[in-house]
């Protein structure tokens, strides 16, 4: 096999080791391919990632089960089962323990934060682990604190390999790496070998996640524009001084005489681990810390993610080595403007103290919980009647296995999804951010805990989120899920350019204590930037009542540093906006309406290690979830129907997106049916897969219902979630197995090739002139009928089996017009035996409109626009909302004719009124009070 980039880091110096542990990764044979294919010698393990191998799969269930039974204590079965797990990496990097001559070939197991400050209970501690794991190839890690460095000196001279762990001062390292001097010497005076392996883990990331933070407070206080410049030049820059100068240390000491003595006795250097090395800031190179700590005598230990993306695109050239002049002098710069890196790497060290026992604490925690779930059963697991389709999944999935189609997806694979050359697949691995996204943002929390609190303190009560799409569906299900608890803002999502419904937003709201989020990828969504400009004239232009949310480099970005936003959050930009709900885009709003933003995303980061571990695909909730919509679209059941409890009633606005916005091309595509009420077998066609969310302990009405759909040969999936805050987990998922039904049927999931044309078409529309905003009664177009009743009957009576129908409609989203348009789509469901979708304009073109035009031609389209009698216009453009509204909808109109599809366009001056009447046409009753 090619070498790749992370074979050539080897060869340059540096050792490559995983930092990342699962039962499954030893068990499956991965790591063994790792080692063979990916350059990797050797691991470290910490708490928090043995809380998600637990928690994120069934692994353990029986080691766990045996260890319940043994009555063995929370501590001594987490102890058990990280030792059992050390064993196994031990065994499978043995051989290249032996083939390096014991260089590499380790892993390691870390002693308890609870002697963090205690030298003889380390000690202790060390060598019971040392004697549990019973291999000659592992590492006991001991934190560098004051209390730890004469313990590493006496566990170095009682012949234990050490991992010193949590060091972030080049003070510290050096203390370290005198104290193995001191043992090795130590041992060679009582005539014991000296061969006695170390490696001192030096962490790179959160220094620069602390001095960033640091330098961006001083960067917005700064007056001078040339200040503001010299502070911008140094983000990104502590920590690679900091571990080069680290660096820089370990080539002086082991030059130096006193260990000469040592070498020539046979003992090895003390080699700097770069540990911390997965990239915090998406604005920074994904393998920056791998690309610029490479050098002899080092070992790099990454995430899974880091090292598939340095084997994917990293660069090796011997980099500790460079321009060392200029690393000292990013330091004194440092220094010079008032950023202290003695204090900033002490409080780093208390801190990793602190976060390390508090992992220990979520760890023993999980247990607890798998533990009650081993009981009553696993609570997360799914249940399935998939009927005809079963064994079609069961072949998939083996498939799926034989094609290694987790491990590609782990390595960005574009060729999964890509069928169009190099340009396709570039813009592929480009949309790939959201698997890892979930760890990224939990380094976010406090920040976005802390501007929540800081807002309520300064009286703020309301928050506008203003987007569309992927950067407004994930802050509904949230708004709707999760209410406006105690200190936090009450969360409004404004996603419609309808004039009454931004009017009445406003009369909701204190203008003065509301904070407005801008929220566009782009940054230069129509609509977003419309609804901003509105409300930043009726604010009187108050910058710090705004905030951003944009990708890094768009206009928006520097709007909002032009114009003083109170804060610019710049998403990473490999992320699509509807894979962005675990991002800042979804983050941010749930953060400010008192989201609990650590439970969301613990549950979350549980969901990712169960979609990307290496255990089998059948156990894979993201890809068996996956197979399910592949196969059920491969037997004609497209019809995704989504079944959810009232307290997350909202999650299919989210999913809808997802789905049609993914699969919704080339004439394919899953077609997403939300809030469509349950009915008898009677009222189904044979295209439906059900789809039920179900929280814990709920009761459902409609289970005789559901279970006689079952019978009837509908396929019938369940999902069980624990809480709410488990819609993190179900985000992940749902997004992995959309990412893998496209790959199974042939998608580009990351791309919308239809979605422009509306756009485009609007455009038309508005520079041949504004529609007009009102007209007398009702109008329609697209049907002949010399009424409406016929018009609605001649679009009606082109339905067919296995087509769907969607109402779009350009009204005011609100209750009293969902019960009218839920009143409407259950007739015609229940009359023609098909699915219905309800989309209100303009949101669903940024959702399901990709689908209506670049999926199947089977969309039946009534299309209902309501007048504007009172209009609103937009600062600075030469039209209204009014117009703009009208505007997209006759776009629309017109692209779906452009494709063929059926359609008809109804126009009602009053809207209550003409809701009644297309009721009655299809045989509904639709009261609209």
Partial sequence: MAKNPLFELYEAGTSVWLDYISRSLMTSGELKRMIEEDAVVGMTSNPTIFEKAIGGSSDYDAALKRLMNAGKSDEEI?????????????????????????????????????????????????????????RPNIFVKIPATDEGLPAIEQCIADGININITLMFSVKVYEDVARAFIRGLQRRMKEGKPIDIASVASFFVSRVDTAVDKLLEQKIAAAKDPAERERLQKLLGKAATANAKMAYQSFLRIFNEPE??????????????????????????????????????????????????AFKE?????????????????????????????DKVTYDLQVDGVKLFADSITKLLAEIAHKKQRLKVGDVGAHEAQLGAIEGQVKTRLAQLEQAAVVRRIAEKDAGLWASNG?????????????????????????????LRNELVAEGFTDCVVMGMGGSSLAPEVFRQTFGAPKGALNVHVLDTTDPAAIAALQQAIDLKRTVFIVAS????????????R???????????????????GTTLADEASRRGFRRAFLNPADIGG??????????????????????????????????????????NPGVWLGAVFAESAKAGRDKVTILAPPALQSFGLWAEQLIAESTGKAGKGLVPVADEALGAPSVYGSDRLFVRLALSGGDYPNAARLEA??????????????????????????????????????????????????????????????PPATGEGIRWAGQQGATLEAAIQALLGQVRPGDYVALLAFIQPDARHDSALNAIRLAIRDKYRVATTVGYGPRYLHSTGQLHKGGPNTGVFLQIVGDDPKDIPIPGERLSFGVLKQAQALGDFQALRNHGRRVLRVQVQDVAQGLVKIGQAVGATAEVA
């Avoid at 002899?296 to 995430?303: A, G, K, L, R, S």
């Avoid at 200029?326 to 403007?337: H, N, P, S, W």
Wanted: glycine content about 8%; proline content about 4%.
């Fill in 78 to 134: 987490m102890l058990s089962l990280i030792v059992e797990d050390i064993q196994l990496a031990a065994d499978v990097l043995k051989p290249i323990y032996e083939q390096t001559k014991h260089k590499d070939g380790y892993v390691s197991i870390e002693v308890l934060p609870r002697v963090a400050y205690d030298t003889k209970g380390t000690i202790a501690m060390a060598h019971d682990l040392f004697d549990r794991v019973g």
């Fill in 259 to 308: 260990f000469a003595e040592l070498r020539r006795d046979g003992a090895s250097v003390q080699r700097c681990l770069w540990a911390s090395t997965g990239t915090k800031n998406p604005n920074y190179s994904d393998v920056m810390y791998v690309e610029e700590l490479i050098g002899p005598e080092t070992v790099n230990t990454m995430p899974q993610q880091t090292m598939m």
């Fill in 313 to 341: 695109h990293g660069e090796v050239r011997v980099s500790l080595l460079e321009n060392v002049d200029g690393t000292r002098q990013v330091l004194r710069d440092l220094e010079a403007v008032g950023i202290d890196m």
């Fill in 422 to 450: 190099s340009g396709e697949k570039e813009e592929i691995r480009n949309r790939l951010g959201w698997l890892q996204v979930a760890d990224l943002m939990e380094e976010r929390v406090s920040e976005l805990e802390g």
């Fill in 521 to 532: 990828k782009s940054g230069t969504t129509l609509e977003t930037l419309s609804h901003y």
């Fill in 534 to 552: 509105y409300f930043w004239q009726q604010t009187g232009q108050q910058g710090r009542q705004f905030l951003a949310i944009t990708d890094p």
């Fill in 578 to 619: 509807r894979y962005s709900a675990l991002s800042y885009f979804g983050l941010v709003p749930a953060a400010l309406g008192g989201v609990e933003l650590a439970g969301l995303l613990d549950r979350a980061s549980t969901m990712v290690q169960a979609c990307s571990g290496s255990g089998p695909v059948d156990a």
């Fill in 709 to 770: 759909l079952s019978k009837a040969g509908h396929p019938v999936v369940t999902l069980k979630l624990s809480d709410p805050l488990a819609l993190g987990a179900e985000f992940f998922r749902w997004e992995y197995a959309i990412a893998v039904a496209g790959a199974i049927l042939g998608i580009n999931v990351f791309d919308q090739p239809n979605v422009q044309e509306a756009k485009d078409l609007t455009k038309k529309v508005l520079s041949e002139g504004s």
